[in-house]
């Protein structure tokens, strides 16, 4: 659209690549996705290309061939090529009152509806003036052209929040008060210590990374609350970077979601199984579930067991509820049967009668899947029973006094995390440990300032990889195009389309109770 010749004829020779499916985009109204897949793919309404027009000649191509974002770029915004600039055709520059004066002198009023039809199906200017011939003419029915319309519309918004010419500005959310205050402090100055060595060198692409906090406050509400003014207030952000969640990472998802929000995340702790639910959030390291299934790999290929040989006593809930039936199929697709289920719910369920029944079913291996149940507790109701299976410990759920179990445990509790010390090349630890000191953190959660010093390396990788033209759409796509990135303090990371967890899967670490000791034992096991 509206584009000069040098790009307009090298996008003929452009296969899009850009088709998308049918039905409404994540943030998008049915009409804002119809209008991106005509100005992205040249897909119109009726899933078919509609005709285009190129040249005095009115060559006809279909509109795949010569979409819109070709030559404007996916922004809108025009990209410069060949010594040319296509002109900005979102919908606040198309409808300017004081109208425009081309680089070949050409000049007219400000666009609107109908003058916009005419210039994308005629070829003419709201003054008469012919446009480059290089320009094609969309043959678009009524409604693609609406369509058309209102993702002009959305473009300006999209790229307005959190980005301009100078600057990126990146979210967080942390708790800056209370029990976890020094947390959420600590990882503040890293972050920001981290985005001042980035602007130092140059910032990315000539934009200046620029940190803003909201408070994580303990009540879930007021936190959501919190981060949706830090969106919506003043310049907005573009993405965000660890965010700390727990206890309301769905309804991040679908914020981040109806935001069309990028969000580059430590660990994922619930399961979110509905549909498509994430399509936003990008977790670096596996959770509960994740290493629940690979401790019940272990059971499995190491212990020799067979499923009905594996309990599951999962916390109460619907996250739960999903969550061990996560791990039951991942068993059952190995084949063997299906895993016992227990739910144990805090102050109703009756701890000793569990582990008499799962000692009676023959259970030899148990998986504590979730926080209500304390190790702790439940070696003690073994112990009583004079019963001592291997104990299956996902790494958020095994609290400090694992340790302490009962010694007939000794040597039968193993636990899964999702990266080790032994991850950390030399030379990028030593950068990490320099970073705390020019942040002034002298101590902390390491575990969360690795992973929050990680996740800022993805952030600016992907925002290299997107390029000049950022947009948040263009960021999402950066991410799912990520193998084996080496942060050098984790395992690799690798998305794709469907995949949100870059490192998935874990190590299996025995507790030694009678040294008090971990000790890591075998290789990372993978979970693709």
Same mark, same amino acid.
């Given at each position: ?113 109908? $003058? /916009? ?30 369509? @058309?319309?209102?993702? @002009? ?68 509400? &007021? ?6 003014? @830090? ?6 952000? /573009? ?118 029944? &799962? ?37 958020? /759920?095994? $609290? ?8 007939? /445990? ?115 096991? $993978?979970?693709?």
């Amino acid at each position: 659209m509206f584009a000069n010749s040098a790009a307009a004829l090298r996008a003929i020779f452009l296969a899009s690549g850009l088709a998308v499916a049918g039905g409404a985009l994540a943030g998008l109204s049915d009409e804002q996705a119809a209008g991106k897949r005509l100005f992205e793919g040249g897909i119109g309404i009726s899933g078919e290309s509609p005709q285009a027009q190129v040249g005095s000649g009115g060559l006809a191509l279909p509109a795949s061939a010569l979409p819109c974002a070709n030559c404007h770029g996916p922004d809108g915004r025009g990209r410069p090529e060949g010594g040319v600039t296509p002109p900005d055709i979102r919908w606040s520059e198309l409808v300017k009152p004081y109208g425009h004066v081309h680089e070949n002198r050409r000049q007219h009023g400000p666009f609107n509806v109908d $003058s /916009f039809r005419i210039a994308v199906t005629e070829g003419l200017d709201p003054a008469g003036n012919r446009l480059d011939q290089a320009m094609p003419r969309y043959l678009l029915a009524a409604r693609d052209l609406d369509n @058309l319309q209102a993702y @002009l519309k959305h473009l300006e918004k999209r790229a307005a929040r959190g980005v301009d010419d100078t600057r990126v500005r990146i979210g967080t959310l942390l708790p800056l008060r209370g029990p976890l205050a020094e947390a959420g402090k600590s990882v503040r100055r890293l972050l920001e210590a981290y985005f001042a060595r980035i602007n130092a060198e140059g910032g990315v692409y000539g934009r200046q990374l620029e940190l803003v906090v909201a408070e994580y406050v303990g009540d879930s509400a &007021l936190s959501v609350d919190n981060l949706t003014h @830090l969106l919506d207030d003043g310049d907005g952000v /573009f993405a965000l970077l660890s965010p700390f969640a727990a206890g309301f990472e769905r309804r991040l998802t679908d914020l981040a979601q109806a935001r069309d929000l990028p969000v580059v995340a430590p660990v994922v702790l619930e399961l979110d199984n509905r549909p498509a639910a994430n399509t936003h959030v990008f977790h670096l390291l596996s959770g509960g579930t994740e290493l629940a299934r690979v401790l019940a790999d272990y059971a499995r290929d190491t212990l020799e067991l067979d499923n009905r040989a594996i309990a599951l006593v999962q916390s109460a809930g619907p996250a739960w509820d999903a969550a061990a039936q996560a791990v039951a199929s991942h068993l059952e697709r190995r084949g063997g049967g299906s895993p016992q289920q227990v739910i144990y719910r805090p102050g109703l369920s009756d701890l000793d009668a569990i582990v008499g029944e &799962l000692e009676t079913d023959g259970s030899k291996a148990v998986i504590l899947l979730g926080p209500a149940l304390d190790p702790v507790d439940f070696g003690a109701a073994a112990a009583r029973a004079d019963w001592y299976p291997e104990l299956l410990l996902p790494g958020p /759920f095994a $609290s400090p006094g694992v340790l302490t179990l009962p010694p007939g /445990f000794d040597r039968k509790v193993f636990v899964s995390y999702p990266s080790l010390p032994s991850d950390r090349e030399r030379p990028v630890w030593q950068d990490y440990v320099g970073l705390l000191a020019e942040a002034g953190i002298e101590r902390g959660p390491h575990a969360t300032l690795v992973a929050s010093f990680a996740g800022a390396e993805l952030l600016v990788e992907a925002l290299k990889r997107t390029g000049r033209e950022l947009s948040r759409d263009s960021m999402v796509v950066g991410l799912e195009k990520v193998q084996g990135f080496e942060s050098g303090l984790l395992p690799p990371l690798t998305y794709n389309t469907t995949r949100r967890i870059g490192a998935l899967g874990g190590y299996i670490v025995a507790v030694d109770l009678t040294k008090q000791v971990y000790r890591p034992i075998g290789p990372w096991h $993978s979970l693709d």
